[in-house]
């Protein structure tokens, strides 16, 4: 199993402003997943971050809203830039697993929770 | 992509009860998994069921999966405080890039 430490685990934020959201892994990945829970809602995945090249995004998402970094296969970061209080939610952070572990399941970070007045 | 249903919303128990919680999809798949979520934190893998497979069990959890009806269930025994938390189901169809999540059943064990 992956270890992920994610950061902040929460802050609250003004409309405007853009949050870095903070992933590491404890291991070399070659994905890693960036996924939006909206209150009260199941998950749906925003980007897939690869190193070396840029991130993939899923339909309704965008680079200019939630530009993504992975500098190298441990570490990755997701903007969510100028705030309006729709992009309350949790963002989460996730990876299927490192070495020869399975790629079928995810391993998830403790998320961070964004509030935006 | 769509999501999956999941019924019920919520559910409440009393310590010691079963809990049965009710899945659906909608494409093929190739496994179906289940996820915990406590409070405000990640998702941990519980249990993942492989298409050609009707029945597994893990611990206090016993996992049904009937591709005919497009449907899961996920049964606690002997639930415990401790297992209050959010349930999702996670349909697959290859990587876990493609993994398609439930809406979620809020299952809360009473004391």
């Known amino acids: 199993s992956a270890v992920i430490s994610q950061k902040p685990s929460r802050d609250i934020c003004q409309r405007g402003t853009s949050l870095t959201i903070q992933c590491q892994v404890d291991?070399?990945?070659?994905?890693m997943f960036w996924y939006r829970q909206q209150p009260g809602q199941s998950l749906t995945l925003i980007a897939t971050?690869?190193?070396?090249?840029?991130?993939?995004?899923e339909s309704g998402f965008v680079i200019d809203k939630f530009p993504i970094s992975r500098p190298n296969l441990t570490f990755s970061t997701l903007t969510v830039s100028n705030m309006s209080p729709e992009d309350s939610s949790i963002y989460l952070c996730s990876v299927d697993g490192a070495g020869g572990a399975s790629n079928e399941k995810l391993f998830f970070g403790s998320g961070t929770q964004l509030s935006v007045l | 992509s769509q999501q999956g249903e999941e019924d019920p919303q919520a559910l409440s128990i009393q310590e010691g009860e079963n809990a049965t919680m009710n899945c659906s999809y909608k494409?093929?798949?190739?496994?179906l998994q289940w996820y915990r979520q406590n409070s405000g934190r990640g998702l941990v893998h519980l249990i993942l069921i492989r298409s050609n497979e009707r029945e597994k069990h893990s611990g206090r959890l016993r996992v049904t999966l009937d591709t005919s009806k497009k449907s899961s269930s996920l049964l606690i025994t002997a639930s415990r405080a401790a297992d209050t938390a959010s349930y999702f189901c996670?349909?697959?169809?290859?990587?876990?890039?493609?993994?398609?999540f439930g809406s979620g059943t809020q299952l809360t064990v009473l004391p």
């Open positions: 494409t093929s798949i190739n496994n």
């Open positions: 971050a690869n190193q070396g090249s840029e991130a993939t995004y």
């Open positions: 996670a349909s697959g169809s290859g990587s876990a890039r493609q993994l398609t």
């Open positions: 291991s070399q990945v070659t994905m």
